[in-house]
């Protein structure tokens, strides 16, 4: 069998990424923004052990919105 990484690492060769809180990675899964912080351009939101939770873009000056969302639980 060919070898695997995790989607989590896969898409960091992509795009720039960003650690989300667990809070956030709940919010990211019910479709909410979060708060922008480094978000400027379209960014993997990664939880800290390294699970992709979604695609955030800019929303305004202040939020970042989820363009995609991936199945998440704490």
């Known amino acids: 069998p060919l070898p695997?990484?995790?989607?989590?690492?896969?898409?960091?060769?992509f795009l720039p990424s960003r650690e989300v809180t667990e809070q956030e990675a709940k919010d990211l899964s019910l479709g909410k923004f979060i708060e922008?912080?480094?978000t400027e351009?379209?960014?993997?939101?990664?939880?800290?052990?390294?699970?992709?939770?979604?695609?955030?873009?800019?929303?305004?000056?202040?939020?970042a919105k989820p363009k995609v969302v991936f199945p998440w639980e704490p």
């Open 41 to 63: 351009q379209v960014t993997a939101a990664l939880t800290e052990d390294n699970r992709l939770v979604a695609i955030i873009e800019p929303q305004s000056a202040a939020k």
């Open 4 to 13: 695997t990484i995790p989607l989590g690492e896969a898409v960091k060769f």
């Open 36 to 38: 922008k912080r480094d």
